[in-house]
T-cell receptor, first 113, second 112 residues
């Protein structure tokens, strides 16, 4: 069973709109979350991490974590064509220093001009 | 800042051939990783290394060998290339354990 489930598989949003991506961990030992973004032909790049309940905002990107449900969402406001990419959620164990990241299968985001 | 360099950018081999991919990082990170990414799909961990001369198997290690010769470099060998493993191989590094990972641009493998 996949430890990290992402939804939707793909998403199309008009330019200037709000994109919302979801991620759930199936293992309560994995509660630290990251979001990565991968543009076509490049390696993934870390966007942000969130470890505590609530919201974390970085520019146009806001992550929301609910630890009780092990669910994290990523909201991108004022979406730009450059936001078109594959977005990965990753989780790590609470024993932070000894574990490794487990990646989800990704959400493909397309921003339509 | 730092950078991760992967060589070669494209690797073309024959079925059954032994092929080696190389990765260098100048972050001075302890931990390095090799992932395989099939077209447009997620990342599957092949091997990782938490320090020089250490090797840990990931979920997809069968058919691969790895070598961490020194802190800054991590090599991956495809022991017998198969047509169904044409993919992009991504190298990454992190300061330690489950810290933020920094990725290289990838090596695209084509098996004829």
């Amino acid at each position: 069973q996949q430890k990290v489930q992402q939804s939707p598989e793909s998403l199309s949003v008009p330019e200037g709109g709000m994109a919302s991506l979801n991620c759930t961990s199936s293992d309560r030992n994995f509660q630290y979350f990251w979001w990565y973004r991968q543009h076509s032909g490049e390696g993934p790049k870390a966007l942000m991490s969130i470890f505590s309940d609530g919201d974390k905002k970085e520019g146009r990107f806001t992550a929301h974590l609910n630890k009780a449900s092990l669910h994290v969402s990523l909201h991108i406001r004022d979406s730009q064509p450059s936001d078109s990419a594959l977005y990965f959620c990753a989780v790590s164990p609470m024993n932070y220093n000894q574990g490794k990241l487990i990646f989800g299968q990704g959400t493909k985001l397309s921003i339509k001009p | 800042g730092g950078i991760i360099t992967q060589t070669p950018k494209f690797l073309i081999g024959q079925e059954g051939q032994k092929l080696t991919l190389k990765c260098q990082q100048n972050f001075n990170h302890d931990t390095m990783y090799w992932y395989r990414q099939d077209s447009g799909k997620g990342l599957r961990l092949i091997y990782y290394s938490i320090t020089e001369n250490d090797l840990q198997k990931g979920d997809l290690s069968e058919g691969y060998d790895a070598s961490r010769e020194k802190k800054s470099s991590f090599s991956l060998t495809v022991t017998s290339a198969q047509k169904n493993e044409m993919a992009v191989f991504l190298c990454a590094s992190s300061r330690q354990g489950a810290d933020t990972q920094y990725f290289g641009p990838g090596t695209r493998l084509l098996v004829l």
